[in-house]
């Protein structure tokens, strides 16, 4: 069973950074499709950065030039590196992933920035 665990959330005054984390219980290769998310209270939840191979990275527009999203096969660890935060960010974050036709959701990692 893949599991997903992100962690790296925490609170963070604004123009901060902070990096999260998603570990996977098996071989991040494997992934067609991985993406991180965001929810916030009273919202829908929003793709914020994805990539998979052949195809271009993904960054929602909010977050553009802010934000980069890499993996580490050795670690089986994909990350979120968030820059320059803006309370706007703040949020519940998810690393999501796919393989072939099954999704797996880690259970989120909460971010939140003071102004």
């Known amino acids: 069973q893949v599991q997903l665990v992100e962690s790296g959330g925490g609170l963070v005054q604004a123009g901060g950074s902070l990096r999260l984390s998603c570990v996977v219980s098996?071989?991040?290769?494997?992934?067609?499709?991985v993406a991180w998310c965001r929810q916030s209270p009273g919202n829908e939840r929003e793709l914020v950065a994805s990539f998979s191979s052949g195809t271009a990275t993904y960054f929602v527009d909010s977050v553009k030039g802010r934000f980069t999203i890499s993996g580490d096969n050795a670690k089986s660890t994909w990350y979120l590196q968030m820059n320059n935060l803006k309370p706007e960010d703040t949020s519940t974050y998810y690393c999501?992933?796919?393989?072939?036709?099954?999704?797996?959701w880690g259970k989120g990692t909460l971010v939140t920035v003071s102004s």
């Open positions: 999501y992933g796919l393989i072939g036709r099954t999704q797996y």
């Open positions: 098996g071989n991040i290769s494997s992934f067609d499709f």
